[in-house]
T-cell receptor
C-alpha cells in the first residue's frame, strides 16, 4: 500500500523561528492536503495542494507531484503553531479516500 | 450550528457492548466523513457520505461497524460487539461539496474507551 512519511517526526522551535516540514509519498497522487491538529485534538484543514504552491499568512505549501513530495513552510513561528502537522493524500489508483501520514509534532517555545 | 459537533465527547463501555456515536455537521454541508484516530497516529478514514448515501465505506474495518445518515444531515456511527482494539478517538468532518477537494471542518471527536 501507499507510504506517506513525514519528517522530522518531532521539531522544537524557538518562537519567531522558521521551519520546513516534509511529506514524501510512494505513489502518484491526485490530492494532497495538510492539516494541523492542536494540542487539544482539534484538526484543521490548512491546504489543499495536489501541485504547485499556495500561501496563507505565515504558512505556505509546495507540492512537487512528479517527485512525490510536499513541503509546508512555517515562518515566524508562534506558540499557537504547536501541535501535530499531517499530510494526507489520495492516490491516483486505488481507494479514493484520504490516507494520512505519520505526522510531525511541532513544539514552539516562547 | 457554528461548527461540527459530536456527542458524546467521551464514551466508556465494556467489551462486547454496542455503542452509537453521533455527528452533527455544519448546516448545509453535503458531505460527511468519519475517521478514527488511535493514540500517536494519524486519522484513519472510515466512511464518507454524500447526502444520505455512503459514497465510500471502504475504510470500515469489519461488519461490526456501520454508519447511517438518514436525512442527509446528522450521522450515527454504530459499533457492535465492541473490542478493546476499537478504543480510539472517532472524528467526524463535513464539507460543503462532496469529495476530498473541499475544506473539511472537523468536530472535537468522541473518545471511545473499551474496557
Amino acid at each position: 500500500g501507499i507510504q506517506v512519511e513525514q519528517s522530522p517526526p518531532d521539531l522544537i522551535l524557538q518562537e519567531g523561528a522558521n521551519s520546513t516540514l516534509r511529506c514524501n509519498f510512494s505513489d502518484s497522487v491526485n490530492n494532497l492536503q495538510w492539516f494541523h491538529q492542536n494540542p487539544w485534538g482539534q484538526l484543521i484543514n490548512l491546504f489543499y495542494i495536489p501541485s504547485g504552491t499556495k500561501q496563507n499568512g505565515r504558512l505556505s505549501a509546495t507540492t512537487v507531484a512528479t517527485e512525490r513530495y510536499s513541503l509546508l513552510y512555517i515562518s515566524s513561528s508562534q506558540t499557537t503553531d504547536s501541535g501535530v502537522y499531517f499530510c494526507a493524500v489520495i492516490i491516483q489508483t486505488g481507494a479514493n479516500n484520504l490516507f494520512f501520514g505519520t505526522g510531525t509534532r511541532l513544539t514552539v517555545i516562547p | 450550528g457554528a461548527g461540527v459537533s459530536q456527542t458524546p465527547s467521551n464514551k466508556v463501555t465494556e467489551k462486547g457492548k454496542y455503542v452509537e456515536l453521533r455527528c452533527d455537521p455544519i448546516s448545509g454541508h453535503t458531505a460527511l466523513y468519519w475517521y478514527r484516530q488511535s493514540l500517536g497516529q494519524g486519522p484513519e478514514f472510515l466512511i464518507y457520505f454524500q447526502g444520505t448515501g455512503a459514497a465510500d465505506d471502504s475504510g470500515l474495518p469489519n461488519d461490526r461497524f456501520f454508519a447511517v445518515r438518514p436525512e442527509g444531515s446528522v450521522s450515527t456511527l454504530k459499533i457492535q460487539r465492541t473490542e478493546r482494539g476499537d478504543s480510539a478517538v472517532y472524528l467526524c468532518a463535513s464539507s460543503l461539496t462532496p469529495g476530498f477537494t473541499d475544506t473539511q471542518y472537523f468536530g472535537p471527536g468522541t473518545r471511545l474507551t473499551v474496557l
